[in-house]
Each structure stands twice: as structure tokens, then as C-alpha cells.
């Protein structure tokens, strides 16, 4: 149920609207009852936007696209909120703008590269009035929803091992994503979501070792406060298990909980529409739930290398040859 403060047909702009992330905005859009009504990106292969909401402006110029919607605020047709899909370096710099445009935000993984950024943000945010929302979607996948139920009451440490492959070409390596300043590096980009989880899970970050952090994969091990956990994240397809290679398999996601695989491979095709769902209903995931998942690869990111040792993950091993 949308709640009272929200219009019946609300108002989007999406900022970002050419990346791979971008049409499952749309989607949610069109499938939350609300409207895209303006979009911008600096690239103009945008023409996923006639699947869904063809009269939407479009703009390849910041300044034309802030123009355009302070225009519509001065006419009292301001935005309700805008979507954040650029990328990850620019997030804070846009969820800045679309509070000062007095609309709510909506960001993708991650909602910025540093805990300080939340900092200045929770600021603003207070100033505006207005709320930050970020896409946490794995907390409403309801295999991951039925582990938290499982585990948030148990005592113990659990051993668990996490491995995420999930195959990138030639081109990762020369666009932002494989800038470390820009996208914050592999643990930070694409398994964000998944320190989210654990974190979520398990209770928070008591110690963190990484043994491999390079441009295409990283292991580590985290000691959280119910969990010890191996894990791996890799875009390289040499460091997906044989068998997946030779299926011709592209992406390869394993959670093992002591002796128990955990399947979620399933299921993720509507998150991004439950996760607006849960914004339109107040019930968003905010600034302060991020601030875990944001600190853990913050620590990832700038932490010592220990090197392999017997207890790293397995697929680490094979990547380290």
C-alpha cells in the first residue's frame, strides 16, 4: 500500500538511464504505477526507455537535465523521486542533487564508496526533508529473509563459505567499473549486496583478513559476531568450477552453511520492483542500513594483504595460480 504521502501516480527521474542496472528501474517504475518523466545519461543508447515510458525526456547534458526539472519544481510539478544508476563515484554527488531538488533518492549498490559520504549525507538528508533509499534487494529474497529468521536468535559462530563468479569480458576492465577509484574495486561493486547479507544475517564485522585482492577477483575471511566466512568474488570465467564452465555457464553464486548449500540462484528477476514497492510504502531500506555493507568493503578495500593460507577458500587457491 503506497502511504498517504505519496501521489497516486508518482513522479521519477532516473539519472543513469544507458547502464546494464537501468532498465530494471524502469521496470519497477512502470510496474510500481509510477512515471518516468525525465532521464539523463551522458550516452544516448537509451532506447530500452520506449519499452516502458517513450515520452520521457531525455537529456545527455546535466545542466539541461537540471534545468528541466527545477523547471517542472517552479511550475509546482516537482519529481517525487529520482532513481540513481550512475556510476558508483558519482552516487553521493546525485543523491545530493536530487535532495536539493526536493525529491526523495533512490540509489543502486553501492550508495557511495566511503562511510564518511554517508556522513554528509544523513546531513543532508535531515536538512531536506526529503529520504535516502538505497537497493539492498537480497534482504527481500525470501531464501536469504528465511536464513536471517533461522539464524538471528542462534548462539554459536557458524562456518560458512561464499563464492560469486559472475562473468565480465575485456571491456569491465577499460570502462569505470574497472577503475578502483571510480567503482571501488570487485568486493565493492559486485559483492556489496553480499557483505549486506552476511552482515544482516550474522550480526556485524568484529575482524577482516583479506588474502587476494586483484583487478578481476578477492577472497578474505570475516569474523562476525555469529558467522566465520570464506569468501571468494571473481568477473574472471577461468575461476568458475569446471563443471559450470563446461555447462557454459556464465555465473556461478554458492553459499554453503556448514554442511548445508544454501540455493538461491532463483528469484531475482523482481527484487528491484519489491525493493520500490517497499520505498512507495515507507519502508525502504535507508542510509543507516547501508553503513555496514559501506565500512565492510571500505575495509576490504584499503586492508593489508595476508596472503592464502590453509583456511582460504577454495576457489581462491585456484585463482592465485
Known amino acids: 500500500?503506497?502511504?498517504?504521502?505519496?501521489?497516486?501516480?508518482?513522479?521519477?527521474?532516473?539519472?543513469?538511464?544507458?547502464?546494464?542496472?537501468?532498465?530494471?528501474?524502469?521496470?519497477?517504475?512502470k510496474e510500481v504505477g509510477g512515471r518516468l518523466v525525465a532521464a539523463l545519461d551522458p550516452n544516448d543508447s537509451v532506447g530500452v526507455i520506449d519499452s516502458y515510458f517513450p515520452d520521457a525526456h531525455f537529456f545527455t547534458e546535466f545542466e539541461r537535465f537540471d534545468r528541466h526539472l527545477d523547471k517542472l519544481r517552479r511550475r509546482g510539478e516537482g519529481i517525487d523521486y529520482v532513481g540513481v544508476c550512475s556510476p558508483n563515484y558519482l552516487?553521493?554527488?546525485?543523491?545530493r542533487f536530487a535532495l536539493r531538488s526536493g525529491a526523495?533518492?533512490?540509489?543502486?549498490?553501492?550508495?557511495v564508496l566511503n562511510p564518511w559520504n554517508l556522513d554528509a549525507l544523513e546531513e543532508l538528508q535531515a536538512e531536506s526533508g526529503r529520504r535516502v533509499h538505497t537497493i539492498l534487494q537480497l534482504r527481500l529474497h525470501p531464501?536469504?529473509?528465511?536464513?536471517r529468521d533461522r539464524f538471528r536468535s542462534t548462539r554459536g559462530v557458524s562456518e560458512?563459505?561464499?563464492?560469486?563468479v559472475t562473468s565480465r569480458g575485456r571491456w569491465y576492465h577499460q570502462s569505470w567499473k574497472?577503475?578502483?577509484?571510480?567503482?571501488?574495486?570487485?568486493?565493492?561493486?559486485?559483492?556489496?549486496?553480499?557483505?549486506?547479507?552476511?552482515?544482516?544475517?550474522?550480526?556485524?564485522?568484529h575482524s577482516s583478513?583479506?588474502?587476494l585482492r586483484r583487478e578481476d577477483c578477492a577472497s578474505g575471511l570475516l569474523e562476525l559476531e555469529r558467522a566465520r566466512v570464506r569468501w571468494f568474488l571473481s568477473i574472471n570465467p577461468e575461476h568458475l568450477p569446471r563443471e559450470q564452465r563446461e555447462r557454459g555457464q556464465r555465473t556461478y553464486r554458492s553459499i554453503t552453511i556448514g554442511d548445508e548449500a544454501v540455493e538461491f540462484s532463483e528469484g531475482f528477476t523482481d527484487l528491484h520492483t519489491a525493493s520500490y514497492r517497499e520505498v512507495l510504502a515507507g519502508r525502504g531500506f535507508s542510509l543507516s542500513d547501508s553503513r555496514a555493507a559501506i565500512e565492510m568493503v571500505h575495509a576490504i578495500r584499503n586492508a593489508p594483504i595476508v596472503g592464502l593460507d590453509p583456511g582460504s577458500h577454495p576457489l581462491a587457491a585456484g585463482a592465485s595460480r
Open 143 to 147: 531464501a536469504i529473509v528465511a536464513l
Open 178 to 205: 574497472g577503475d578502483v577509484q571510480k567503482s571501488g574495486g570487485i568486493a565493492t561493486n559486485i559483492g556489496v549486496h553480499f557483505f549486506d547479507m552476511l552482515a544482516w544475517i550474522f550480526g556485524p564485522q
Open 160 to 164: 560458512v563459505d561464499i563464492a560469486y
Open 91 to 95: 552516487h553521493d554527488a546525485h543523491i
Open 1 to 29: 500500500m503506497i502511504d498517504a504521502g505519496v501521489p497516486a501516480v508518482p513522479s521519477f527521474a532516473l539519472i543513469g538511464a544507458a547502464g546494464f542496472i537501468a532498465p530494471r528501474h524502469m521496470k519497477a517504475i
Open 209 to 211: 583478513t583479506v588474502h
Open 104 to 111: 526523495h533518492a533512490i540509489c543502486e549498490k553501492p550508495i
